[in-house]
């Protein structure tokens, strides 16, 4: 039997046992904010993890997170995933898990919880796991911002890093994401009556519209920038004081997002009397294509190796795998399940395709410690 088939063989055998963690796994939920549930999810997966990588398994306190870290000896390859979810605690009560016509659905169960339930399985496949690294955060859905140093950290010891989030429609994997810039503006005004004595206000709503209209306009080509959470004044009869307005960017190059945020901070206010204040700035570097080449073509060899063709595109998302990337990383993204929706309520995934997942996953990483760790 070829090693494809093993792996094909072993995964469908293991079906029935993933498809049981992620039932137990979407159950605990883990809202990105709350250490808490945060800390029970990581105990759960702690076990689990452990055992398919057959060495101990580090939990790693950063602030109010909790990451955990599976660390070679020789890492030729980090796989990296994150167990947080968008959904707040209580959502499984209205929206339970469950499987219907081979769609299961429940918050979290396609980013990524899927995913992790699949890493975890290639890596029981798996004769020899010394070569791969696991780092799995808690942090991804609020910008990693207590991961990041240890992400980039073991994406250079390891110098390949495959990224288990959902995979683009119909199973593509991804090699490249745009990059993300997160800006508040706050517009400083002048409070006043506004029947009785309007002009002596300084109207911080009228400035917030006039800077919306001036930051929309900053957008060009394929790179967006979007004014989205909108706010100003405090009571129906007095002239706003302050207004504010929150600013998603997103480019596929580093230069377009460079940019974008020297005119963020270059911007005026137009009525006298009013002052304009940014914060923020460059959240995510993007993920440019050239990062993912080599991998990609390793992952092609792995998938025939397993029956699959094995499609390609770029992703407007962010994840982990910027940071990868943007550190000089071979990065390979969207690894993880087949289905759909992630963030929404009609979030699901195809659970008929997690052995195939799961058995190109594990031939992938087979490969990745013969010798054919990618580097930039």
């Known amino acids: 039997m070829s090693s494809g088939n093993h792996f094909l063989k072993g995964a469908a055998d293991l079906l029935p046992v993933m498809l049981e963690r992620l039932e137990t796994l979407v159950n605990c939920e883990s809202p990105s904010r709350s250490l808490k549930h945060l800390r029970a999810c990581a105990d759960l997966l702690h076990p689990w993890l452990s055992s398919a990588v057959a060495r101990p398994v580090e939990v790693v306190a950063v602030g109010q997170h909790v990451h955990l870290l599976a660390p070679a000896v020789e890492p030729t390859v980090l796989l990296l995933g994150h167990f947080d979810t ?11 898990f469950s499987i219907q016509d081979r769609i299961a659905s429940g918050p979290g169960v396609f980013d990524m919880k899927a995913g992790i339930v699949q890493l975890i399985a290639a890596l029981d496949l798996l004769e020899d796991t010394n070569h791969v690294s696991v780092l799995l955060t808690s ?8 991961s990041r140093a240890l992400i980039e950290e073991q994406a250079k010891l390891a110098g390949a890093v495959l990224v288990c989030e959902p995979s683009a429609d119909g199973g593509a994997v ?11 503006v706050t517009v400083h005004g002048r409070a006043a009556h506004a029947g009785l004595e309007p002009h002596l206000g300084v109207n911080a709503g009228i400035e917030l519209a006039h800077q919306v209209l001036s930051i929309a306009g900053l957008a060009f080509g394929d790179t967006t920038v979007t004014p989205t959470v909108l706010a100003a004044g405090t009571t129906v009869n007095t002239v706003p004081e302050q207004a504010q307005c929150d600013v998603d960017v997103r480019s596929w190059t580093k230069t377009e997002l460079e940019t974008v945020d020297r005119a963020m901070f270059a911007l005026s206010p137009r009525l006298p ?6 914060t923020g700035g460059i959240d995510r570097p993007p993920f440019e ?7 990609f073509a390793e992952a092609e060899t792995a998938a025939k190796k397993v029956g699959l063709e094995l499609d390609a595109v770029k992703s407007g998302g962010g994840s982990d795998g910027n940071l990868t990337a943007a550190v000089g990383v071979a990065t390979l993204d969207g690894l993880g399940a087949v289905g759909g929706h992630p963030h929404g309520r009609s979030e699901h995934v195809d659970v008929s395709t997690m052995p195939e997942r799961t058995a190109l996953l594990a031939a992938l990483l087979a490969q990745l410690g013969d010798g054919h760790s990618p580097r930039p």
């Open 86 to 96: 968008v959904w707040p605690a209580g959502t499984t009560a209205e929206w339970p």
């Open 139 to 146: 942090d991804e859905e609020i910008g990693s911002e207590t």
């Open 174 to 184: 991804k090699i490249g994401r745009k990059g993300i810039a997160n800006y508040r």
């Open 273 to 278: 009397g009013a002052e304009v204040v940014v």
């Open 289 to 295: 294509e050239h990062a993912a080449r080599a991998l």
